[in-house]
């Protein structure tokens, strides 16, 4: 079958996007190379849209939580990914969760439906050299398809190693506590610093020696640190006051309460656009979740932290989006190509569908000749997709889950214990505005007897 536009990766974005193309009568050649010779090592099965770590699409709740209202908002927009989820769903509390293989069937079973999609068993190892193209590889990109996707993009845009520090939201940093300086007041004050006396910082030292981490996947194992994504207790390791003389430096900051450098200072940068999130300079790490939590919320001014993301470590291939794609996914060097999915540098099941959705109208909106407008930033697809194109911080750009931090604020004036409601509500008001004028675009119904999603009222590029 000829196609219009080849996608590949049959993972969780690669499928959506691939649903989304071939829903409204584009021929996809999807090519997956899970069946096709070769694969990861974290690969256990030759299903597609395989759950290779957890069975959970984490909080349904779409009234508090910003990955509900992503589930909620890919609902409403015909997904794939959601309903195949909504078929295999197993008792998790509030969270979504899934049988494994009862997901990747639904998901297949569906994609088999349709008749522009061809599904290929193949390993590609070079980016195709002509038409449309979406690249939907996720971080276990093959090592000589990387490489081409290096050359595309460039080199120095291509990471392969997710050094991760923790990033905190804004509104819960304690800044009588801390306050905002650069180092020996050069330019703007750029940098949140929190001050720690000697017996804090050896309190905290000791913390990050004893505290409790994870291990390297036998696969990510073999992968070397690099100097500057060096974990934050392996620093501590070497020595009282390593830290001291790296991220943790308080040379040239004054602390305003006493006029002193203090003994050591942790410091945070901006890490979006709006201001609403913070990451914690050099603070990568293999520390468990809860461990973060834990020892992080010691030092000074984040004693009530809440953390938009967790520190991480672990082997990974993602480009540097907001410096190379265009905002509606494409390379810059080369518009033909787009990314879609955790490649992009979005974190997670449901993100990586939602940029794969996206990116999967953008891509028919584009071959149909119709002009395509992105979903309002106050919702979670549009505050994700405008995060991964471009209101992140280029320089600090890692993978991110969907957060409230990537939204624009709400009224300040909003009751603390209101505001996530408020964003909810919201985001769904924008939505069904967004919906609404697109209503006439509905894709066309797949005549099937078993159909597990109506067709709704959505974009349809």
């Not at 006051?241 to 203090?262: A, C, E, I």
Request: hydrophobic share 40%; proline share 6%; glycine share 8%.
């Amino acid at each position: 079958m000829a196609h219009q536009i080849h996608i590949i990766g049959g993972g969780m974005a690669g499928t959506e996007a691939a649903w989304q193309l071939a829903r409204r009568g584009v021929h996809v050649r999807l090519s997956e190379m899970r069946g096709g010779g070769d694969t990861s090592p974290a690969h256990h099965t030759t299903a597609l849209a395989e759950l290779v770590c957890s069975n959970s699409f984490r909080s349904d709740d779409h009234t508090s939580n910003a990955v509900g209202l992503l589930h909620h908002e890919m609902r409403l927009c015909d997904s794939l990914v959601m309903a195949a989820a909504a078929r295999a769903q197993v008792p998790a509390g509030s969270a979504l969760a899934v049988d494994r293989d009862q997901f990747s069937a639904a998901v297949e079973a569906e994609l088999a439906r349709l008749p522009t999609l061809e599904v290929v068993r193949e390993r590609i190892d070079a980016i195709p050299a002509q038409g449309p193209v979406i690249i939907a590889t996720g971080p276990l990109t093959a090592p000589a398809l990387a490489e081409a996707i290096g050359t595309a993009t460039g080199a120095e845009a291509l990471a392969f190693f997710d050094a991760i520090a923790p990033i905190v939201h804004h509104d819960s940093i304690d800044m009588e506590v801390c306050w905002k300086a650069s180092r020996w007041d050069k330019g703007s004050a750029d940098y949140i610093n929190c001050p720690m006396n000697r017996e804090q910082y050896a309190a905290f030292h000791q913390g990050l020696i004893d505290g409790e981490k994870t291990e390297f996947r036998a696969w990510e194992a073999s992968t070397p640190y690099f100097d500057g994504c060096m974990p934050i207790e392996v620093m501590a390791a070497r020595g009282l006051d390593t830290l001291r003389f790296g991220p943790m430096k308080p040379v040239g900051l004054d602390d305003p309460r006493t006029g002193r450098w203090p003994h050591a200072v942790v410091q945070l940068r901006q890490d979006n656009a709006l201001g609403t999130l913070w990451n914690i300079v050099g603070f990568q790490t293999k520390l468990k979740h809860a461990e973060q939590v834990r020892l992080f919320r010691t030092i000074p001014g984040l004693e009530r932290a809440e953390f938009a993301r967790l520190g991480g470590l672990h082997r990974n291939t993602f480009i540097r989006s907001p410096e190379v794609l265009d905002r509606q996914l494409r390379l810059l060097r080369d518009p033909r190509l787009r990314f879609a999915g955790q490649i992009t540098g979005c974190e997670g099941y449901v993100e990586s569908a939602a940029i794969g959705l996206l990116a999967g109208r953008m891509a028919a909106a584009e071959l149909a000749g119709q002009p395509w407008t992105p979903p309002p930033r106050t919702t979670a697809l549009g505050a994700l997709l405008a995060h991964v194109t471009g209101d992140a911080e280029a320089a600090t750009f890692q993978p991110m889950n969907v957060n409230f931090g990537l939204f624009p604020p709400v009224d300040p004036a909003t009751a603390k214990k209101q505001r996530k409601l408020a964003y909810t509500d919201r985001a769904k008001a924008d939505l069904a505005e967004w919906l609404e004028r697109d209503a006439s675009r509905r894709p066309p119904k797949v005549k099937s007897g078993n159909r597990f999603l109506p067709s709704v009222a959505c974009v349809s590029q």
